[in-house]
């Protein structure tokens, strides 16, 4: 099985969003740091993906555990960047984030339909502002 987190971060990294969105399934949900789910398919990947990349324009993703089970991907990643723009109405403030994250991802018809991220959002938040 090719795994769909890899493809999804290479995408991310590389700022294809429309490749990104292509690994999406139609039923597509997500759900973030703040525990909210996201419906509506394709297009809320994308539009979270393009949030974050907005947010912190020189981040990238570094996986660095991937476990794989019958259509259930989990990757342990690092993301790094700087907050260069917006986020969650905070405005820039050009501070380094370096963040763990816990990524889980549902798989039916080779696509991704589910994504649940685990992040201490508090930490982030922290690092932004101080």
């Not at 700022?15 to 509506?40: A, M």
């Not at 816990?102 to 930490?123: H, Q, S």
Request: some cysteine; overall charge negative.
């Amino acid at each position: 099985m090719t795994n769909l987190h890899k493809q999804m971060f290479q995408a991310w990294n590389a700022r294809e969003f429309d490749v990104f969105g292509s690994i999406l399934h139609p039923d597509y949900t997500y759900t973030g740091g703040d525990g909210k789910e996201h419906s509506g398919g394709p297009q809320v990947g994308e539009a979270i993906a393009q949030m974050y990349a907005t947010a912190f324009p020189d981040a990238t993703i570094t996986i660095d555990k991937l476990y794989e089970v019958e259509g259930v991907s989990i990757c342990e990643f690092v993301a790094r960047g700087t907050h260069g723009g917006e986020l969650m109405g905070i405005p820039a403030t050009g501070k380094p984030v370096d963040i763990r994250v816990c990524n889980v991802i549902e798989i039916r018809e080779g696509k991704v339909y589910r994504e649940r991220e685990y992040m201490d959002m508090a930490a982030m938040m922290a690092q932004i502002q101080a």
